[in-house]
């Protein structure tokens, strides 16, 4: 690992180490970002699975109905039966930070009070497996927004994470690595320098006593 290009001196060494140790209380906090990052993806990745099996059931459920209803009623009345909806619903977005990444919230806001308010038709000339078809579709509208939602949130989580890692990685094999081999070659070339002042010292001290002692001869 190449050390930093400093000046070996004991201000850089200072310096590094308080470095050293932001990098290092930044890892620490990083990792436990990431995992309860990773804890909660895959949380919602297994909501996820769910929700998608719940509501392509309903979906094939709602179908069937849509086809048996279809194949007894005229086409006509049927698009008739369709054509003006009774319940209007009116979608609100928001946002969540968590752990840093604003995830989606829906909110739904329905023109009736009334949810079971959603027949605009009569049914004199309707079929009754059209209705089961109208009130699965409404039935899994919740189920179908918080589909959306986690897997919009499992997206963004997973860029987080992915960026999250590799800031983890370049900490932990390159910023820290980095700044301890630095300190350890400055660290060493001050031990140097300290040694190679100490001997100048020693052979100053010795010739001072050598030539004090033939000053007193």
Do not use: W
């Given at each position: 690992?190449?050390v930093i290009n400093v000046n070996p001196t004991r201000m850089e060494l200072t310096n590094l180490k308080r470095?050293?140790?932001?990098?290092?209380?930044?890892?620490?906090?990083?990792?436990?970002?990431?995992?309860?990052?990773?804890?909660?993806?895959?949380?919602?990745?297994?909501?996820?699975?769910?929700?998608?099996?719940?509501?392509?059931?309903?979906?094939?459920?709602?179908?069937?109905?849509?086809?048996?209803?279809?194949?007894?009623?005229?086409?006509?009345?049927?698009?008739?039966?369709?054509?003006?909806?009774?319940?209007?619903?009116?979608?609100?977005?928001?946002?969540?930070?968590?752990?840093?990444?604003?995830?989606?919230?829906?909110?739904?806001?329905?023109?009736?009070?009334?949810?079971?308010?959603?027949?605009?038709?009569?049914?004199?000339?309707?079929?009754?497996?059209?209705?089961?078809?109208?009130?699965?579709?409404?039935?899994?509208?919740?189920?179908?927004?918080?589909?959306?939602?986690?897997?919009?949130?499992?997206?963004?989580?997973?860029?987080?994470?992915?960026?999250?890692?590799?800031?983890?990685?370049?900490?932990?094999?390159?910023?820290?690595?980095?700044?301890?081999?630095?300190?350890?070659?400055?660290?060493?070339?001050?031990?140097?320098?300290?040694?190679?002042?100490?001997?100048?010292?020693?052979?100053?001290?010795?010739?001072?006593?050598?030539?004090?002692?033939?000053?007193?001869?």
């Amino acid at each position: 690992m190449a050390v930093i290009n400093v000046n070996p001196t004991r201000m850089e060494l200072t310096n590094l180490k308080r470095r050293l140790v932001t990098a290092r209380r930044g890892h620490r906090l990083l990792k436990d970002k990431r995992d309860e990052l990773m804890r909660r993806f895959l949380d919602l990745v297994k909501e996820n699975k769910q929700l998608r099996k719940k509501v392509e059931q309903a979906v094939y459920e709602a179908n069937a109905h849509m086809a048996i209803a279809r194949s007894l009623m005229q086409r006509e009345v049927l698009d008739t039966a369709l054509m003006q909806p009774k319940q209007h619903v009116e979608l609100e977005i928001d946002r969540e930070n968590v752990m840093s990444v604003l995830i989606p919230r829906f909110h739904t806001k329905f023109s009736s009070a009334d949810r079971n308010d959603m027949y605009s038709y009569g049914y004199a000339f309707t079929s009754g497996d059209l209705d089961a078809a109208v009130k699965v579709f409404s039935d899994m509208l919740p189920s179908m927004l918080r589909l959306a939602e986690v897997e919009k949130s499992c997206q963004l989580m997973a860029v987080e994470i992915e960026k999250t890692r590799r800031r983890v990685n370049a900490l932990e094999h390159v910023m820290i690595p980095q700044f301890e081999e630095t300190i350890r070659y400055i660290t060493m070339k001050l031990d140097e320098s300290e040694r190679s002042a100490t001997t100048r010292l020693m052979k100053i001290k010795d010739k001072m006593l050598e030539d004090a002692h033939h000053y007193n001869q």
